[in-house]
């Protein structure tokens, strides 16, 4: 098992920044992707970004030049930098990970909320 548990959440103005933590417990050896997806109320549940064990990176459109992801493979936590932050990349943000032996297992963490709002 995995233990996900996200931090960094909050209100920020719009063109403002957050960087969001992934901080991942467990058998995180069996670790391939790690990544960042967003629900936004009423919406359905929407790929941010990705990072691969081989730091190959994947980013959604709507971020991309706006969001960088990274890895700290030393202390089993991933990043969500988010800078030029809109009123619609508002949603409960969540963290996963995704272990591909035989069969795909995701992993979630529970989320946590940011607002972009002036």
């Known amino acids: 098992q995995v233990q996900l548990v996200e931090s960094g959440g909050g209100l920020v103005q719009p063109g403002g920044s957050l960087r969001l933590s992934c901080l991942a417990s467990?058998?995180?050896?069996?670790?391939?992707?790690m990544g960042w997806y967003r629900q936004a109320p009423g919406k359905e549940r929407e790929l941010v970004a990705t990072i691969t064990d081989t730091g190959n990176i994947n980013y959604a459109d709507s971020v991309k030049g706006r969001f960088t992801i990274s890895r700290d493979g030393a202390k089993n936590t991933v990043y969500l930098q988010m800078s030029s932050l809109k009123p619609e990349d508002t949603a409960v943000y969540y963290c996963?990970?995704?272990?591909?032996?035989?069969?795909?297992?995701?992993?979630w963490g529970k989320g946590t909320l940011v607002t972009v709002s002036s």
């Open positions: 996963n990970a995704r272990r591909v032996i035989l069969k795909v297992t995701d992993y």
């Open positions: 467990g058998r995180v050896f069996s670790i391939n992707t």
